[in-house]
């Protein structure tokens, strides 16, 4: 069964943290993505990455930035959290030909105190 | 940007009703169309797509959707709901021959038994 992995279920961090988010998928896709997941305004695209050590920003990438050393790790750090990045986080991947669809990991429930 | 929107955030309906959700799509091109599901507590789980051909599309779970390229619509349907069927539902798009995809805010689907 393939699988994307993220690393925690529930987080919380304090303000002005610095906080990882760890993704690994085992399909060998090429395409990983984080959105970000909140009630009434659904999923909006952080980042995303074609290839290793390649990243492109999203719709809402103020406040993250990313990592991919290897093709099936996908980071997203957040450099100093803020409360207003309290949010459910899904990271998902796919193959590089558009339109295949994607598969998402679980998410992680991020609270910033 | 692509924009999808989806009306009706909140339906409640009663088991054995009809539901049909809504969804709209800003992209005049080549565009692959997805609903997706996420019930409570689970990750995201794709219902149907679409590529091409047959504009009436089949998913899982007794659910279809309906591309109507004139209206820009993908509208989902299914005609007999279970209370099983209580989730968040998600249209999204791809297009441009890019494999990102936007999402609607989602429609919350409460199934009374």
């Known amino acids: 069964d393939v699988k994307v992995t993220q690393s925690s279920r529930y987080l919380v961090k304090r303000t002005g943290e610095k906080v990882f988010l760890e993704c690994v998928q085992d399909?060998?896709?090429?395409?990983m993505f984080w959105y970000r997941q909140d009630p009434g305004l659904g999923l909006r695209l952080i980042y995303f990455?074609?290839?290793?050590?390649?990243?492109e920003k999203g719709d809402i990438p103020e406040g993250y930035s990313v990592s991919r050393e290897k093709k099936e790790r996908f980071s997203l750090i957040l450099e100093s959290a803020s409360t207003n990045q309290t949010s459910m986080y899904l990271c998902?991947?796919?193959?590089?030909?558009?339109?295949?669809?994607?598969?998402f990991g679980s998410g992680t429930r991020l609270t910033v105190v | 940007a692509q924009s999808v929107s989806q009306h009706n955030h909140h339906v409640i309906l009663s088991e054995a009703a009809s539901l049909e959700l809504g969804c709209n799509y800003s992209?005049?091109?080549?565009?692959?169309l997805f609903w997706y599901v996420q019930y409570p507590g689970q990750h995201l789980q794709l219902l149907l797509k679409y590529f091409s051909g047959d504009p009436l599309v089949k998913g899982i779970k007794g659910f279809e959707a309906e591309f109507i390229k004139s209206k820009f619509s993908f509208n989902l349907r299914k005609p007999s709901v279970q209370w099983s069927d209580t989730a968040e539902y998600f249209c999204?798009?791809?297009?441009?021959?890019?494999?990102?995809?936007?999402f609607g805010k989602g429609n919350q689907v409460v199934v009374i038994p």
């Open positions: 992209y005049g091109g080549t565009v692959n």
């Open positions: 399909m060998d896709h090429e395409n």
């Open positions: 990455s074609y290839d290793v050590k390649m990243k």
């Open positions: 998902a991947s796919s193959l590089p030909v558009g339109g295949i669809g994607y598969t």
């Open positions: 999204a798009v791809t297009s441009g021959g890019n494999n990102r995809l936007a």
